[in-house]
Every structure is written in structure tokens, then in C-alpha cells.
């Protein structure tokens, strides 16, 4: 329990944006497929690589200006590794599975 609770409060420091990024790419592929667009999966595509993208930036940005919050939770037991894997890995499929569930849907209901 510690430990999940631990990682939820560094999750917190970037989630917010975290979120945004995932429901912008939401929106994005909503208004594409409402508007009849043909080439939905690649567009998906484009959105897969946008958030990896952004989640490899925010990582970086992260990694640099947070360094001495590393220290709290390296005094605690968890290393950046056992920090960022869970947090990405969460992260990234919410995104996927988000993004795969409104795509389903959006193209079952289009004729």
C-alpha cells in the first residue's frame, strides 16, 4: 500500500497534463472520424506516435526539473526505474484502450 501510494504522488505532479494530451488525442480522432475521415487508422497511427512522444518529453522534463524530488523517493526505497514504469505503463494503456473503445464505437455508428 506504501508503495502504490508513493507512486501515486509522483503520478500526481504530472498528471494533469498527462490527461490533457490523451483527451486532445481523444477529441482529435472524434472530429476526424465524425467528419467522414477514410484514413482513420493512420491517423490513429500518427496519434500513437504524438503521445509516445509526448510522454518520452514529459519524462524528460520531468527527469530534469524535478531532480531533487528523486531524492525523497530514493530515501524511501524506489528508484526513478520503479517509479516511471508503473506511471508509463498506466499511462499509456489508458490511452490505448480509451482511444480503441471511442474509435470501436465511432465507426460501428457511422454507415
Do not use: Q, R, W
Given at each position: 500500500m506504501k508503495l502504490i501510494r508513493l507512486i501515486l504522488t509522483f503520478y500526481k505532479s504530472f498528471?494533469?497534463?498527462?490527461?490533457?494530451?490523451?483527451?486532445?488525442?481523444?477529441?482529435l480522432i472524434?472530429?476526424?472520424?465524425?467528419?467522414?475521415?477514410?484514413?482513420?487508422?493512420?491517423?490513429i497511427q500518427i496519434l500513437f506516435w504524438f503521445k509516445l512522444s509526448?510522454?518520452?518529453m514529459t519524462v524528460y522534463t520531468m527527469n530534469t526539473n524535478k531532480k531533487n524530488e528523486?531524492?525523497?523517493f530514493r530515501n524511501l526505497g524506489l528508484s526513478k526505474l520503479k517509479l516511471w514504469i508503473?506511471?508509463?505503463?498506466?499511462d499509456f494503456l489508458f490511452f490505448l484502450i480509451t482511444?480503441?473503445?471511442?474509435?470501436?464505437?465511432?465507426?460501428?455508428?457511422?454507415?
Open positions: 498528471a494533469f497534463i498527462s490527461f490533457l494530451i490523451t483527451f486532445i488525442c481523444l477529441g472524434t472530429g476526424f472520424i465524425l467528419v467522414g475521415g477514410s484514413k482513420g487508422i493512420s491517423f509526448t510522454l518520452a528523486f531524492y525523497y508503473p506511471i508509463i505503463s498506466f482511444i480503441t473503445i471511442l474509435a470501436s464505437n465511432l465507426y460501428e455508428t457511422l454507415p
